[in-house]
C-alpha cells in the first residue's frame, strides 16, 4: 500500500483547514451537548416515571391477589355450620388459627351471630374481653381493615366471619421489595392508614395511584412515587452527560486543530496497524464480499505457498477444499455475523492444510466491506489425533483379546475347581466313613487315647471338606449368577431361622419390617446366613441375644446383625473379612475362615458395604447396605 501527501499552498487551502471551519464545528458541538443533556434528562426522567408506573401495577396486583386469598379463606369458615358442639369449636378455631399462621397480616378472625355478638374469636390471647360482645362495641385502629363476610345456612343468614387485617404487617412483604428509590403509602377513604418510613410529598407528574380492588369493590388507595434523591440523581446523570458533552467537543476540537496541522497520529495508526498485520504468527486473510483478496500477511502467503499479487488474482473458493459439512447457508452467515470453522485449503503444490478458521465481518458504519480471515495451521494436531485414534483402536483390540482369554481362563478354573472338589471330596468321604468304622468296631480295643485320636482323624477330614466346600462356593460366586428377582427379606431371613434352628437359650428377634430388594435369593439366603450362624456359634452367655435390623439409609438399605456375644477387638476388623482367617483356634470352634469372606464378596458385588462395629464383652453389630431399587429411589 502506497503513502502520499499532498502539497498544499496558501492560495489551495480548502475550508476544513481554516480557524471559520473551528468556530463552526465548536458551534455544533455545543449545541449537540446541550441537546444531548436534555434529551437524556427527559429519558431519564420518562424512565423513572414508566419504572414507577411498572412497580406500582405490580404491587398492587399483589396486593390484590393475597387480599383475595384472605378473603376466600374467610369464605370458606363462612360456608360451614354454625360451630355449636365443642368439637366443631375446637375445628372451626384450628382453622381460624391455621389461616392467621398462613397469611401474613391477619390478626384475628371472629365469629358474629346474627345478633352482632361475637360468640368465637381466634386468638383468644388479648381479645377475650370482646367475647360475648357487641362487634361494633370494639374499637380498632386505623391501620386496620375489617373483612365481613356473611354466613348462610341455605338461605338462613348465621351471621358473619370478621377478619382484621393489620395493614403494616399486610404491606411488609411488598415493602420488603421496594428499594430506598420509591416511597409507598395507603389510603382508605381518603385517610391515610399507612406510610413507608421514607414517605414524603413528591412532584405530583411521578406521584402514581392505583386502586386495590376486589370483586369490583374499592378496598385500598395505594400512592406510589420515587423519592426526590433518585429525581435529583438522575438529573446530575443528565447534567454529568452535558458536561462529558463539553469534554468530548474540546477534545474534538483539539484534534481536529492537530489534524488540520499535522497527520503524525495517522501515519502512526497505519505503522502501528501495518506491523501488527504483518508480524502475526497467524495467516490472515481480508477479503471483499465478492470473495477476492485484498490483503494477506507474510503468514498466510508462507502458508499456501502463493505470493500477495497471485492472490490477488484468485477467488476465495480456489483455495478451499470443499466440504459437505459446511453448507452454503451457514457459511453465508458467518461472512454476515462471524464465527469460527474448521476446514482444509489447498496449497499451491496440491496438498491439504487443516486449518482452523475464525471470521470476523469489517464494516464502515453500518455497512459491510470486507470479511476478515483468520487462519491457524492445525496440521500436527490432526496428526496427534489421529495417533490416538491408532492407539485407541489398538487398545480395543487389546482388550477383546484380553476378555476372550479371561473367560477361557475363568472356564479352566471352573472345571479345575469342580475336578479338584470331586477327587478331593471322594477320598475325605472314604477316610471319615472307615474313622467312624474303627471307632464302632474297634470301640473295646481303643483306649482313651485311641478313641481321641480316631476323633481328631475324623475331625480333620471333616475340616477338609468344609474347606473345600467353602472354597468352592467362594469362586462361585460373581461366576455363577443366578436370575435376580425379587425377594422378601422378611420371608427369607425366618426359612434361615427354621433351617439353623438356634438354641432356646439365644433370643432372635427382627427388630422391624424388612424392606423386598431385588438380588440372587441364594447369595442373600448365604449372608443372612453366616452372620447368624457366626452370632449363634461364637455365642458365651448363657442367656443370648441376637437382633435383626433394618433402616432408610437414602438411595440403600442399612442393614444389621447384632448379638451380646465375646466381641471383637478393633485390630481384628479387617482381619475377620479375609478368606480362611479366625480370631479363635479350630480346635476350639470348628470354623473354615470363610463365611465372612463370603459374606463381603457378595455384598460387595451387589454394590453394597459390609463393616463390623463392637465392644469386646459386649457383643457385636455386623451391617450391611444393599442399594434400592430405581422406583424406591
Known amino acids: 500500500m502506497a503513502n502520499y501527501r499532498s502539497k498544499q499552498t496558501p492560495s489551495n487551502k480548502n475550508f476544513f483547514s481554516t480557524n471559520p471551519f473551528l468556530v463552526l464545528l465548536g458551534f455544533c458541538l455545543v449545541a449537540t451537548s446541550i441537546f444531548l443533556w436534555r434529551t437524556q434528562e427527559s429519558r431519564n426522567l420518562s424512565q423513572i416515571g414508566s419504572s414507577t408506573e411498572s412497580k406500582a401495577r405490580s404491587y398492587v396486583s399483589e396486593t390484590e391477589i393475597r387480599y383475595s386469598s384472605i378473603y376466600q379463606a374467610l369464605e370458606r369458615l363462612a ?79 348465621q351471621g358473619y366471619i370478621w377478619g382484621v387485617i393489620d395493614v403494616g404487617a399486610f404491606i411488609a412483604p411488598v415493602l420488603s421489595e421496594i428499594d430506598d428509590d420509591y416511597m409507598l403509602q395507603l389510603l382508605d377513604e381518603g385517610l391515610a392508614i399507612f406510610a413507608s418510613d421514607n414517605w414524603q410529598p413528591s412532584q405530583e407528574k411521578f406521584v402514581i395511584s392505583r386502586m386495590i380492588t376486589f370483586e369490583n369493590t374499592t378496598v385500598l388507595n395505594l400512592i406510589f412515587a420515587p423519592t426526590a434523591e433518585l429525581l435529583h440523581s438522575e ?139 483468520i487462519v491457524r495451521d492445525i496440521s500436527e494436531r490432526k496428526r496427534a ?70 476323633d481328631l482323624l475324623i475331625g480333620r477330614t471333616r475340616r477338609m471338606h468344609g474347606l473345600i466346600q467353602g472354597i468352592l462356593q467362594y469362586s462361585r460366586i460373581g461366576r455363577v449368577v443366578e436370575k435376580k428377582r425379587s425377594v422378601n427379606l422378611n420371608q427369607l431371613v425366618q426359612e434361615t431361622l427354621e433351617m439353623l434352628a438356634p438354641p432356646a437359650s439365644i433370643q432372635i428377634t427382627v427388630t422391624n419390617e424388612l424392606p423386598t430388594v431385588v438380588g440372587e435369593r441364594a447369595r442373600l439366603r448365604q449372608v443372612f446366613q453366616n452372620l447368624l450362624d457366626n452370632a449363634l456359634k461364637f455365642m458365651d452367655k448363657p442367656q443370648g441375644w441376637v437382633r435383626i435390623g433394618c433402616a432408610d439409609a437414602g438411595d440403600y438399605w442399612l442393614f444389621s446383625v447384632a448379638d451380646n456375644g465375646p466381641g471383637i477387638a478393633a485390630k481384628y476388623y479387617a482381619k475377620i473379612f479375609q478368606i480362611f482367617q479366625t480370631l479363635v483356634p479350630r480346635d476350639e470352634f470348628e470354623s473354615t475362615g470363610i463365611g465372612l469372606a463370603l459374606v463381603k464378596k457378595i455384598v460387595e458385588l451387589n454394590e453394597g458395604k459390609v463393616w463390623v462395629e463392637s465392644t469386646v464383652g459386649a457383643g457385636s453389630t455386623f451391617y450391611f447396605t444393599l442399594p434400592k431399587q430405581e422406583e424406591e429411589r
Open 235 to 373: 438529573i446530575v446523570h443528565a447534567n454529568r452527560t452535558f458536561l462529558l458533552g463539553l469534554l468530548f467537543s474540546g477534545i474534538t476540537l483539539s484534534a481536529v486543530y492537530v489534524a488540520q496541522n499535522f497527520n503524525t497520529i495517522a501515519i502512526l495508526s497505519e505503522l502501528r496497524y501495518r506491523n501488527l498485520f504483518e508480524a502475526s504468527q497467524d495467516a490472515i486473510f481480508i477479503i471483499n464480499l465478492q470473495g477476492e483478496y485484498q490483503d494477506v500477511n507474510p503468514a498466510a502467503t508462507e502458508m499456501v505457498g502463493y505470493s500477495l499479487l497471485e492472490l490477488q488474482e484468485m477467488l476465495v473458493d480456489d483455495l478451499r477444499i470443499p466440504s459437505a459439512e459446511v453448507s452454503p447457508e451457514v457459511r453465508s452467515r458467518m461472512w454476515r455475523e462471524g464465527g469460527m470453522q474448521e476446514l482444509s485449503l489447498r496449497h499451491k503444490d496440491g496438498h491439504p492444510i487443516p486449518v482452523d478458521l475464525v471470521v470476523s465481518p469489517i464494516r464502515e458504519g453500518e455497512v459491510q466491506k470486507y470479511v476478515l480471515g
Open 385 to 454: 489425533e489421529k495417533e490416538l485414534q491408532k492407539y485407541r483402536d489398538h487398545l480395543e483390540e487389546l482388550v477383546e483379546i484380553r476378555t476372550v482369554e479371561l473367560e477361557a481362563v475363568n472356564a479352566e478354573l471352573k472345571d479345575f475347581a469342580y475336578v479338584v472338589s470331586h477327587d478331593l471330596k471322594a477320598p475325605l468321604r472314604a477316610i471319615t466313613q472307615l474313622g467312624s468304622w474303627i471307632a464302632t468296631d474297634y470301640a473295646e480295643a481303643l483306649d482313651a487315647d485311641g478313641r481321641e485320636l480316631v
Open 79 to 157: 360456608a360451614r355450620d354454625i360451630p355449636r358442639e365443642e368439637t366443631a369449636i375446637v375445628e372451626w378455631e384450628k382453622d381460624a388459627a391455621f389461616y392467621i399462621d398462613a397469611f401474613v397480616g391477619l390478626n384475628s378472625i371472629a365469629w358474629v351471630d346474627g345478633t352482632f355478638h361475637i360468640r368465637q374469636i381466634v386468638p383468644l390471647q388479648d381479645n377475650s374481653s370482646s367475647l360475648n360482645q357487641l362487634a361494633s362495641a370494639v374499637k380498632g385502629t386505623p391501620a386496620e381493615i375489617n373483612l365481613w363476610v356473611p354466613s348462610y345456612d341455605g338461605e338462613e343468614f
